[in-house]
């Protein structure tokens, strides 16, 4: 007796040792990180924190999110009062592109980007200025020709002007402007020092009307179609780049979204699996224990079945513990904190048929990789910057003509009728040009440009040669995923017959309750081994498909440009 406590004592602890490292690499393992974000076409259905409703009760904000999953699509099913959410990846995709609050911050980031377009295209739009002044001025001569101690003249005169100007996408500025001037002479005198003015005295009203025309045109700098297009330009590149920002946010947003789905699907069928070893285990100790009364059994093996049940009942705890981590994960990410329903995976990961033609793959990644797109929108913007730089290097020449038609009249508004007459007119031309002296900055900027050109160019090319090897690796990695998928789907269904006849031997005497518990973990080691081999499938597949940009019709989900 002795002997048997001993032999199972060391027993225990050989399996106690080998139980502790898995378990401290599930405690040490590290919650991975939330995935960033993006923004929905539809304004989002914001959820307020719930009470946790009890058994058999629920909250009218969780009848809200039922109503709300069932808009959706989702099936939500009542099971010993917990209400269970069957989601497909694809519905989980969709509500992440629509109910995500980072991409929905993302995506207002091309509302604004839009509003500077609108202001570019008013550049050109015509204003109109309006004047009016009122002045008086007497000047003093001190003249003593008119008999007075001092003698004042000036005059009092109103303007009203109205100004209308028309900048044009050439450089060239229109302008025409109608001024009313009413003037009347006025004089005073003084008698003698210290004497008071005899009073004002004011002549006849003048009134004069004038129209000019005048034209300004930029021969060298800032002239051209071309070059008064580029704030328009560069407003039309801040759009793409803020679009190209969110096809980038929504994108990982998917990847992180999938990759979770796909977690939580390897979570529940860990959990599943755990359940059966454990199912197994009690029935096994039953068996023992039935063996051991009536005495063909020693304690021994009752205590190693003992054993490997507490150990199946250890690991299905920490997988429980696991999907309910990965679920909070994915309310997280649907912005569904509040709700208190299991969620339920429809899909199940599988080694499905893809194309492996390298050069129409590498087309299509090098075609749908926001990544480059960005990096050639930047050119873009630096084609701009550049031809702005080259503007200042050219001659500052301007050339200004005007052309003034005046009238005469007593009354306001009676000089009109003299603008036939050309004794009156005015007209004239300036040219104006300016000569950098010394100029150095304009040289260094073009020169600036230059080599950000060049910088953006040398970017663009690795970013193509990472593209092409992180392809190259994902199809080999999908090769070796789905031959270790195979491989991996033999291996479960030998140890589950390898199983099945150890437990046969064991109950006719030919096997240890030892090796029957090797056998069951050989058994359960296999099927999680298969789920994961077939999760890596998954995993890398989703992978070529953000690559290629087929995700969108893979899930049939709405793609970047059609949610603006």
Not at 17 to 38: E, K, M, R, V
Not at 467 to 480: A, F, H, I, K
Request: net charge negative.
């Amino acid at each position: 007796m002795i002997r048997i406590r001993i032999v199972a004592l060391v027993a225990a602890l050989w399996l106690m040792s080998q139980a502790a490292p898995a378990l401290a690499q599930q405690q040490a393992q590290p919650a991975p990180a939330t995935p960033p974000a993006s923004a929905p076409a539809s304004p989002p259905l914001m959820m307020q924190p719930v009470q946790p409703a009890q058994p058999g009760e629920s909250s009218p904000q969780q009848e809200d999110i039922e109503t709300l999953l069932k808009s959706y699509g989702f099936q939500v099913k009542h099971e010993n009062g917990q209400r269970v959410v069957l989601v497909s990846l694809k519905q989980v995709l969709q509500l992440a592109l629509e109910r995500n609050l980072t991409l929905q911050s993302v995506r207002m980031g091309e509302t604004v980007a839009q509003s500077g377009v609108a202001a570019a295209q008013g550049r050109f739009s015509p204003t109109l200025t309006n004047a009016a002044s009122y002045q008086r001025n007497l000047v003093p001569t001190f003249s003593s020709s008119s008999g007075g101690f001092a003698t004042f003249g000036g005059t009092n005169y109103w303007t009203l002007s109205s100004t209308f100007s028309k900048p044009t996408d050439t450089g060239i500025e229109y302008s025409l402007k109608y001024q009313e001037t009413s003037e009347r002479p006025l004089a005073n005198t003084i008698a003698t020092a210290g004497a008071t003015p005899t009073g004002i005295v004011s002549g006849d009203t003048i009134d004069v009307s004038a129209l000019t025309g005048s034209v300004k045109i930029p021969i060298g700098q800032d002239y051209g179609r071309d070059f008064n297009a580029i704030p328009l330009h560069r407003a039309e590149a801040g759009v793409t780049g803020s679009r190209l920002t969110t096809s980038q946010n929504a994108l990982a947003l998917l990847q992180n979204t999938a990759s979770t789905y796909w977690d939580l699907v390897a979570a529940i069928e860990n959990r599943r699996v755990q359940e059966d070893a454990v199912k197994l285990s009690q029935q096994l100790l039953k068996d023992n224990q039935q063996r051991l009364q009536a005495g063909v059994l020693s304690p021994f093996d009752v205590q190693v079945t003992e054993t490997q049940l507490a150990r199946d009942q250890q690991s299905l705890v920490a997988a429980r513990a696991e999907v309910l981590r990965i679920e909070d994960l994915a309310r997280a990410i649907l912005d569904l904190q509040a709700i208190d329903f299991q969620v339920r995976p429809m899909d199940r990961p599988e080694v499905r048929g893809v194309d492996m033609n390298y050069p129409e793959l590498l087309q299509k990644v090098y075609a749908n990789s926001p990544d480059m797109k960005q990096l050639e929108n930047q050119l873009r913007l630096n084609g701009l910057d550049l031809e702005e730089a080259q503007n200042k290097d050219r001659t500052n020449l301007d050339l200004n003509l005007f052309y003034t038609a005046q009238g005469v009249g007593g009354t306001p508004f009676k000089g009109v009728s003299g603008f036939s007459q050309t004794g009156l007119d005015s007209y004239g031309a300036t040219l104006t040009w300016t000569v950098p002296l010394f100029d150095v900055q304009t040289p260094e900027t073009i020169r600036q440009r230059l080599l950000q050109r060049q910088q953006l160019q040398l970017q663009l090319n690795s970013k193509k040669s990472d593209l092409n090897v992180t392809l190259q690796s994902v199809l080999r990695q999908l090769r070796v995923a789905k031959e270790q998928a195979d491989t991996a789907s033999v291996a479960r269904k030998l140890a589950a017959e390898q199983l099945k006849n150890e437990i046969e031997r064991f109950r006719v005497g030919e096997s240890t309750s030892f090796q029957v518990a090797q056998s069951q973990q050989d058994a359960a080691s296999a099927q999680v081994q298969e789920i994961l081999a077939r999760l890596a499938f998954e995993r890398d597949y989703l992978q070529l498909l953000a690559l290629t940009g087929d995700i969108y019709q893979q899930y049939d989900l709405p793609p970047p440009d059609s949610t603006q």
